[in-house]
């Protein structure tokens, strides 16, 4: 459980890159990236409910390659063209709940806050804390974590709320459990779905009454 509130008006859930490619069907995709669209479902119900604004990050590379940068020499083309504009396997997976006030962020890097206006735009809407959710949870969703808490935010980070794939011979869970421990230690603060849905929806009950 956050030892920080949750407050509603004050909070953003941020799904790190739940697109095609990495939830099912291609050499990028968790092997737990289909339950996990109806897990983080489950936790935008009750974000949207609350009034927490629920943000997509979606990895959008462009078509002519012009700002891929060293990525080009780190990445295998075939691989960048998964999450390449225009390609089918970039766009948000269909079964995910997105509704047309939800922010939606391309970014070209595995960071969600470098080069893109995130920060700027929850500072605007006054967003003092970000809730981690997505794919990949050792790449995109550290990266982002890491980035939110050098910005000032606190960051909650789900450690059923994302997942990843085995890479380089490592197996899945033993990546996830390396990037929740170096995660907790000093960026973020590391809870369930269910103890972040309960805060939420408790912080909100507490306002409706305070408002009465």
Not at 66 to 77: D, I, R, T, Y
Request: hydrophobic share 45%; proline share 5%.
């Amino acid at each position: 459980m956050p030892a920080f509130p949750l407050i509603p008006a004050k909070t953003a859930l941020i799904n790190v890159d739940m697109q095609r490619c990495f939830v099912e069907g291609t050499p990028l995709a968790s092997p737990d990236g289909r339950a996990l669209v109806a897990t983080i479902n489950g936790l935008i119900l009750a974000c949207r409910e609350a009034g927490v604004l629920v943000v997509h990050t979606r990895g959008w590379m462009a078509r002519d390659g012009s700002n891929l940068g060293v990525m080009a020499e780190l990445v295998p083309p075939f691989i960048v063209d998964l999450y390449t504009e225009g390609s089918p396997t970039a766009e948000l997976h269909p079964a995910l709940d997105v509704a047309p006030d939800d922010l939606i962020v391309d970014k070209t890097r595995y960071g969600a806050f470098h080069g893109t206006d995130l920060a700027s735009q929850l500072r605007e809407r006054d967003i003092e804390t970000v809730i981690i959710s997505g794919i990949a949870t050792n790449i995109c969703c550290e990266t982002t974590a890491r980035e939110a808490s050098q910005h000032d935010f606190r960051v909650v980070f789900l450690s059923d709320g994302t997942a990843t794939k085995e890479m380089n011979g490592v197996p899945a869970q033993e990546l996830q459990r390396a990037t929740l421990a170096s995660l907790g230690m000093v960026f973020t603060q590391v809870a369930t779905v269910e103890e972040v849905t309960r805060q939420i929806r408790a912080s909100s009950l507490a306002d409706t009454a305070s408002n009465r």
